[in-house]
């Protein structure tokens, strides 16, 4: 269901961990909401907890469509963090401290599934509500 809200999407190169971006989310990570009253939440988890009570529908959400979407986010960072994150922080970082050297194949799937995740708005974006 959509709330039919009007948002702004900025891309935020999060990586470069720019000042600005930083004082919004100290972990420096995506995605981020900033509401029309200044509050800024950070993952989409609480983004989409938040804006489910804050702009509520005439019909509500039902307990199974919020699990279903608390579902597919904690699905999504899992999946990202299986496929891309955890074997690049061994593969470049952990082997070092262990002297072995990295596997080149796990590097390049790795890298392979990263554009996957990076399309997608949720995961590369920062949103702003504004008035109508």
Not at 87 to 113: C, W
Request: charged content about 25%; glycine content about 4%.
């Amino acid at each position: 269901m959509e709330k039919q809200l009007d948002v702004s999407m900025d891309i935020e190169p999060f990586w470069e961990k720019r000042s600005e971006f930083m004082e919004l989310n100290s972990l420096g990570e995506v995605p981020v909401l900033t509401d029309l009253n200044g509050t800024v939440i950070c993952h989409a988890l609480p983004i989409f907890e938040y804006l489910e009570e804050a702009y509520p529908q005439r019909t509500p959400l039902s307990l199974k469509q919020k699990s279903e979407i608390r579902r597919l986010c904690v699905w999504g960072y899992g999946k990202l963090a299986m496929e891309v994150t955890w074997p690049l922080l061994m593969e470049k970082h952990l082997k070092r401290f262990y002297n072995t050297i990295s596997d080149g194949a796990v590097l390049r799937t790795a890298k392979k599934q990263l554009p996957h995740f990076l399309e997608s708005p949720p995961i590369q974006f920062r949103c702003s509500i504004s008035q109508s």
